[in-house]
T-cell receptor, first 112, second 115 residues
Framework: GQQVMQIPQYQHVQEGEDFTTYCNSS?????IQWYKQRPGGHPVFLIQ?????EVKKQKRLTFQFGEAKKNSSLHITATQTTDVGTYFC????????????FGKGTHLIIQP | EAGVAQSPRYKIIEKRQSVAFWCNPI?????LYWYQQILGQGPKLLIQ????????DSQLPKDRFSAERLKGVDSTLKIQPAKLEDSAVYLC?????????????FGPGTRLTVT
């Protein structure tokens, strides 16, 4: 079955430093979604990427979808304490009957 | 707009006991999902409903887990009998439709501890 891998598993940064998490799928994806889960909270939708090579920005967050639609990345510029949490990518292979396959997530820890 | 509601928020049971979780999705959302999230991992899809029909239950341990969505609105997930490895957060999510994986809205989850 489809597998989605994320690296790194944990990332410690100083406040103000940049952060990047990478997502790789074993199969070509129809689209990919990114979610953020705060400690003790539930996943909250951030964005969806659909097109090959697509790049989307949300303030300090930049999302990319690879040309082959098998990998994606999330980059945060100048991290803030509010960015703390776990970032998950979730791939959708299409076909109507398939749900999202989530990666294990990258835990972002920010030191003030 | 009200979010996805789940209850109970916490449940502690002994192994071999039964437990049931309830979910009320966002009004008008046709698709409902149940996920299992083990500590430190991403959500794992257990079952997906489109209205009141099952679309995907390939990862649901059917010997002990069951789920239903009567009238295409509320849903319940049951575990009978529970095992220690079932300790996890059970998340319910809903979306407008399943095609193209519309944005999913998650509920607060039910944290299950099996002792």
């Amino acid at each position: 079955g489809q597998q989605v891998m994320q690296i790194p598993q944990y990332q410690h940064v100083q406040e103000g430093e940049d952060f990047t998490t990478y997502c790789n799928s074993s199969t070509t994806l129809s689209n990919i979604q990114w979610y953020k889960q705060r400690p003790g909270g539930h996943p909250v939708f951030l964005i969806q990427l659909v097109k090959s090579g697509e790049v989307k920005k949300q303030k300090r967050l930049t999302f990319q979808f690879g040309e082959a639609k098998k990998n994606s990345s999330l980059h945060i510029t100048a991290t803030q304490t509010t960015d703390v949490g776990t970032y998950f990518c979730a791939g959708f292979s299409g076909g109507g009957a398939d749900g999202l396959t989530f990666g294990k997530g990258t835990h972002l820890i920010i030191q003030p | 707009e009200a979010g996805v509601a789940q209850s109970p928020r916490y449940k502690i049971i002994e192994k071999r006991q039964s437990v049931a979780f309830w979910c009320n999705p966002i009004s008008g959302h046709a698709t409902l999902y149940w996920y299992q999230q083990i500590l430190g991992q991403g959500p794992k899809l257990l079952i997906q409903f489109q209205n009141n029909g099952v679309v995907d239950d390939s990862q649901l341990p059917k010997d002990r887990f069951s789920a239903e969505r009567l009238k295409g609105v509320d849903s319940t997930l049951k575990i009978q009998p529970a095992k220690l490895e079932d300790s996890a957060v059970y998340l319910c999510a809903s979306s407008l439709r399943a095609e193209w994986a519309y944005e999913q809205y998650f509920g607060p989850g039910t944290r299950l501890t099996v002792t």
